[in-house]
């Protein structure tokens, strides 16, 4: 792949600028113009040429943009192979937040679960504007390297999983891993700086955050920067978490939930109980935030992040409550909680460990999936995917799980 692109990698795009001399209502302009500059026509072909090419190689970044972003979604996977600047920019949160400016990314849910000869990803299409669901799609991913995809059954439900633009991030106990859905590869990352299992994990500003999930690490926020492919630590939790979940949104990361762990950060460490609380970590001002408990206790579940919420499932023994928290920083509601419907179970789910709670942002939706023994959970043919409209505030069945999706993680891919 070469470094920059030249004209012809660019004509076609370039192609709606120029007028069809085929078009009848151009003809007699095209002609007026070709006899007026004939006299100039070999004085300037050579320089029309080099100033051609020289402008198409050296157009700036954001003009480049503001064209890539017209361009439909299943070619900019080909955009990505003509030349590495087009990767990077392709790549760029600038990108991304043009096209959702203009309406223009889709939500796709993302399911992986580890196969025989490397893993299955089934995916769930939103459309944008009225996000419409689809049927599960699934298909089977057989990687050329199987020196760190060898164990996928053991490090890929115990994974956490984080999405920027095309690009799905697997981060386990001793490894990391990059799919990228364009390109259609995965390659090992740099791991994290101390072994982590059930720790938090979200996005902000395109960079990947973490916590907690740790009895021997110390309680750090650790960074991890796609670029320089480096994880840093960049500030003291204030308290060890083990088993709890992340969220973000409005810059700030929300590690929620999870075992209190009492005493020094070695093995020996008692994880006491569960708490019903959050902390929030303002990444840009390198600041902790005022920590907020969850209203009427029980332990956190799950918890994600809609259109400037979090939203937080706990539970009490057989008992689910449904929490949304209102993120938005510049707003005068911030900090404020509110009980949200409860997805109504045909019967009781009981919380005993053996059942796996998957809730994902999408858009200005929210899906749940259940699954329980490594298997999607079924009983009296009940769908086991709801689907939360937060504009109508209901509960609503999702298509199921395909049942050859075991042990699944779930995440969201917006692009």
């Not at 893993?119 to 089977?140: C, G, V």
Request: proline share 5%.
């Amino acid at each position: 792949m070469s470094e920059s692109c030249n004209s012809r990698h660019f004509s076609w795009l370039m192609k709606s600028c120029f007028p069809n001399p085929h078009d009848g209502n151009c003809k007699s302009s095209i002609r007026a113009s070709a006899t007026r500059n004939h006299h100039l026509h070999h004085h300037r072909q050579s320089q029309s040429l080099t100033t051609s090419s020289t402008t198409l190689s050296s157009l700036p970044d954001d003009l480049l943009l503001e064209c890539f972003v017209r361009v439909p979604s299943d070619s900019l996977s080909t955009l990505c192979f003509v030349c590495r600047r087009w990767s990077r920019l392709l790549h760029s949160p600038s990108f991304f937040n043009l096209r959702r400016h203009q309406n223009r990314l889709h939500n796709t849910v993302y399911a992986l679960t580890p196969s025989a000869s490397g893993f299955i990803a089934s995916t769930l299409t939103f459309e944008p504007l009225d996000y419409t669901i689809f049927a599960w799609n699934t298909r089977i991913y057989v990687p050329t390297d199987y020196v760190f995809l060898g164990n996928l059954y053991e490090y890929l439900p115990q994974s956490r999983l984080a999405s920027i633009g095309p690009r799905i991030f697997v981060i386990g106990r001793y490894a990391t891993l990059r799919y990228d859905i364009w390109t259609d590869s995965i390659i090992s990352l740099s791991r994290m700086l101390a072994p982590r299992k059930k720790f938090a994990c979200a996005v902000v500003s395109g960079k990947i955050y973490i916590a907690g999930g740790s009895l021997c690490a110390a309680a750090t926020v650790d960074e991890y920067d796609p670029d320089s492919n480096k994880w840093r630590v960049v500030s003291r939790a204030p308290r060890l978490r083990y088993g709890c979940t992340g969220a973000s949104a409005d810059g700030v990361f929300y590690v929620i939930g999870g075992l209190k762990i009492d005493g020094p950060p070695t093995g020996a460490a008692d994880a006491q109980m569960y708490m019903s609380s959050m902390d929030l970590y303002d990444v840009e001002a390198r600041v902790w935030l005022r920590s907020r408990a969850v209203p009427g206790g029980g332990c956190v579940i799950a918890a994600c992040a809609a259109v400037g919420f979090i939203y937080v499932l706990t539970s009490h023994a057989v008992e689910m409550s449904f929490w949304r928290f209102d993120a938005r920083r510049r707003h005068g509601g911030f900090g404020e909680w509110s009980r949200m419907k409860t997805p109504q179970l045909a019967q009781p789910v009981r919380l005993d460990g053996s059942i796996k709670f998957s809730l994902v942002g999408v858009g200005n939706k929210v899906m749940l999936a259940l699954m329980k023994n490594g298997r999607v959970l079924r009983a009296s043919d009940e769908r086991f995917v709801w689907i939360y409209d937060t504009v109508a505030g209901d509960w609503s069945c999702g298509p199921d799980l395909p049942e050859y999706i075991p042990r699944a993680t779930c995440v969201n891919l917006e692009c």
